[in-house]
């Protein structure tokens, strides 16, 4: 019955993809990290998205805290207040964190981090150390908050064609509640042929009181408007060397986007970086460091940038940029002709 | 008067248009350039890691375009060649094996037409009504043609006999992207009706479709459909990864939570009449039009209201319901030009009846976030216009 294809996986092969980790702990592999570790880790490779203590930036997922939200009207959901299991965050955290650069930390790293987590949480003592010994002593607050799927019990012996009516359901109807009161649908691009009726908000728009979620929602749109790029001198552009350079850019589109239509993300826009004035991007809420320089009349030039991106905390220490920096120095070159040619 | 498009000979009729190798691999006709995905960017941080929307309003029939179905990832669609592609199958099974591309297509292959739906379809509905339009409410939903191998084919390859007692073991998948979505699936309905695909209505998937393979899985949540498929391992228990705890459970009105809520329910949505869909001809003959889909079996019959739930008549199945696929239905009726509040209802061959967001709530509460399948209702106004609202129960 079996045709023979394939090839046998050989075990070096299983260990290099097989990470998973089950409940129990069965997959953690040997090694530990600490609270205190895992806070500078945290506070490298994080905290841009997930803020300092856990407690999110942005729309990016909050780690920390809701304790005891979770029948709220808008619970809190954390590793803290809803995780059941703590093998999830080491094997969500080391296959898929950080955010850019998933895959790449050390498993000892992965055990600090978590630890910092669950000292955000305040789980563990500020001397706490993780490791694969300990770790299934760790109690999650809401290890017995989850029941299987009761629909069949709970729904389907209600929603039933013996139950549904088909004349005089009901006495009334009224609208309770409109979608356009909220103002929350995109406008639509690309809709000339569709909008001589477009719909007419009736009423005047309120604060969206009940805006549900999907994933970490937020209450309010966020949008970081574009900024306008400042006017690029015509630079000359290596096609070759940037074709290279935006393959080496997939490493910071995690959080920069160039070009056309670019928008600040978790980073800023990066059109016209090269030649501009440091921390350039009026909207976007440069680090400590940048605004000092900017206010000294930085210049970005192609040296310095280089300089940077070799490694950006040796040159300006509180840099928001959670990068450890390009080791090649072809890649560098690349990535900054990418940049030229896309600014242009 | 006579009509000059008639009676005035036009361009398109005197001069000749665009030769064969104009387009070699075509796209839609620019006057359809309104026919897009689009995205909410308030839903998400970041559009690498977010969802965007099939304009069900603006389509017909069942089957979804790859271009236009509705895309979910969450470390980015990545460009992954098929020479670049493995599978590998381990954990307790008799020989795990690795499987290139080449190696896929010479299993036995099967053709078969599924919905995917993500959990959150409907999930910013909760509270009330929010976003304006069928593709924004109800657009994390494609239906589409598959070819490819069956899971069950794959997993005898490696054998079972490892596993012993198949009942209680599970298989856990996941993608070679960044994220690798993880997902637990039981043993029982992976050797049903799971696929392993790599065509879609009859081309390659598209790149954020998970090309070039990708998991099927019947009538369950999108995000179990992993895709970049790149391991499947037999286990003795759910990995409960992060996609299968802290996301895609469903928190109960007291707090507790619901978990392994894999199947879609029965549901449907009219798409037209609609708010991006407005009645423009006036009163008289209206196709009213929409789509309906279990995760449970075939859909066997839609009933459509056009006052807001108080009377119910059938709606006509532009085809059988197939089993865990999109149906589409169409009321074909006469606008008297008076406000309509419009709904659908499906109902499955289960007996399932699709319950009103009233009744969803009566048991669940509203911070479910995922898997709401109740009745949606447009306020169609008497200029044609309609409005996504809540009415009364």
């Given amino acids: 019955e079996k045709l ?28 530990s990290g600490s609270v205190e570790d895992g806070e500078m880790i945290f506070s490298e490779n994080c905290a841009v998205c997930h803020g300092e203590f856990a407690e999110g930036v942005d729309n990016w997922p909050k780690l920390a805290g809701g304790d005891g939200t979770l029948a709220d009207k808008d619970p809190l959901k954390t590793i803290g207040s809803y995780w059941p299991y703590l093998s ?13 650069a998933a895959q790449t930390m050390s498993d000892d790293d992965v055990y600090a981090i978590t630890a910092y987590l669950l000292y955000s949480n305040y789980l563990v003592d500020d001397d706490f150390v993780l490791s694969n010994e300990n770790f299934l002593e760790v109690e999650m607050p809401n290890a017995g908050g989850f029941i299987v799927d009761d629909r069949p019990e709970t729904e389907y012996t209600i929603f039933t064609e013996e139950n549904a009516c088909y004349e005089n359901c009901k006495d009334t109807v009224e609208i309770t509640r409109r979608a356009t009161v909220l103002d929350v649908t995109p406008e639509e691009e690309g809709t000339e042929t569709v909008t001589e009726a477009a719909v007419v908000v009736e009423e005047a728009v309120e604060e969206p009181v009940d805006t549900p979620a999907v994933e970490e929602a937020a209450q309010e749109p966020v949008e970081a408007p574009a900024e306008e790029a400042p006017v690029v001198a015509a630079m000359s552009v290596d096609p070759e060397l940037a074709a290279q350079g935006e393959k080496v850019f997939k490493k910071c589109a995690a959080c920069h986007q160039v070009g056309e239509g670019a928008k600040n993300r978790t980073g800023p826009v990066l059109n016209g970086v090269i030649g501009a004035t440091i921390a350039h991007v009026g909207d976007f809420k440069y680090s ?9 009349g930085f210049i970005w030039t192609i040296e310095n940038l280089t300089e940077y991106l070799h490694k950006p905390k040796a040159m300006f220490p509180k840099t ?25 | 008067g006579s009509d000059p498009l008639i009676t005035e000979k036009q361009e398109w009729a005197i001069y000749t248009g665009a030769g064969v190798d104009e387009t070699p691999y075509g796209l839609p006709i620019k006057y359809e350039g309104d026919v897009i995905r689009r995205n909410v960017p308030w839903l998400t941080a970041d559009p690498i890691s977010s969802i965007n929307f099939t304009p069900i309003h603006a389509l017909d029939g069942t089957i979804t375009p790859q271009g236009c179905a509705f895309e979910r990832h969450h470390s980015g669609a990545i460009e992954l060649k098929k020479e670049d592609y493995r599978l590998m199958i381990n954990g307790l099974v008799d020989q795990p094996l690795v499987f290139t591309y080449e190696d896929l297509e010479r299993f036995p292959r099967v053709n078969r037409t599924f919905f995917l739906e993500c959990a959150a379809n409907t999930g910013m509905e909760w509270a009330g009504a929010q976003l304006n339009g069928a593709q924004f409410t109800h657009g994390m939903i494609h239906n589409m043609e598959y070819t490819g191998v069956t899971l069950r084919t794959l997993l005898e390859e490696a054998g079972l006999g490892a596993a012993g007692d198949l009942s209680d073991k599970w298989v856990y998948v996941e993608g070679a992207d960044a994220s690798s979505n993880g997902r637990s699936i039981p043993m029982e309905k992976a050797l049903d009706d799971c696929m392993i695909a790599f065509k879609a209505n009859g081309e390659a998937l598209r790149m954020e479709h998970g090309y070039p393979v990708r998991l099927v899985v019947p009538g369950w949540e999108g995000n179990m459909w992993v895709k970049w498929l790149r391991r499947i391992e037999v286990t003795a228990q759910a990995i409960e990864s992060r996609e299968e705890t802290s996301k895609y459970t469903d928190t109960l009105a007291d707090g507790t939570s619901r978990k392994w809520t894999w199947v879609m329910d029965a549901k449907s949505v009219v798409t037209s009449p609609s708010p991006q869909s ?47 696929a999109l149906t589409r239905f169409y009321l074909d009726t006469t606008w008297n030009g008076e406000e309509m509040l ?13 319950p009103t967001k009233a009744q969803l709530r009566e048991v669940r509460g509203e911070n479910s976030v995922y898997h709401n399948n109740c009745i949606q209702t447009w306020h169609v106004k008497a200029n044609g216009e309609a409005e996504n609202v809540e009415v009364s129960s």
């Fill in chain 1, 320 to 344: 928001k940029m959670s990068f450890a920096g390009l080791k090649k120095d072809e890649e560098i070159a690349a990535v900054i002709e990418y940049l030229k040619s896309a600014s242009q």
């Fill in chain 2, 278 to 324: 407005p009645i423009k001809h006036g009163k008289g003959p209206l196709v009213i039009t929409g789509l309906a889909w279990s995760g449970r079996g075939a859909i066997t019959g839609v009933d459509v209201s056009i006052d807001g739930g108080k009377t119910w008549q059938k709606a006509r199945l532009a085809n059988e319901g197939q089993s865990m």
């Fill in chain 1, 4 to 31: 023979g294809l394939g090839r046998a996986a050989l075990p070096e092969e299983i260990a290099a993809w097989n990470h998973d980790i089950s409940p129990n702990g069965e997959g953690l592999p040997v090694g």
């Fill in chain 1, 88 to 100: 999830t965050v080491y094997d969500y955290v080391r296959r898929s964190m950080p955010f850019g």
């Fill in chain 1, 288 to 296: 400590k460091d940048f605004t000092a320089a900017h206010d000294e």
């Fill in chain 2, 342 to 354: 419009l709904q659908s209802r499906a109902h499955d061959e289960t007996g399932y009846v699709q």
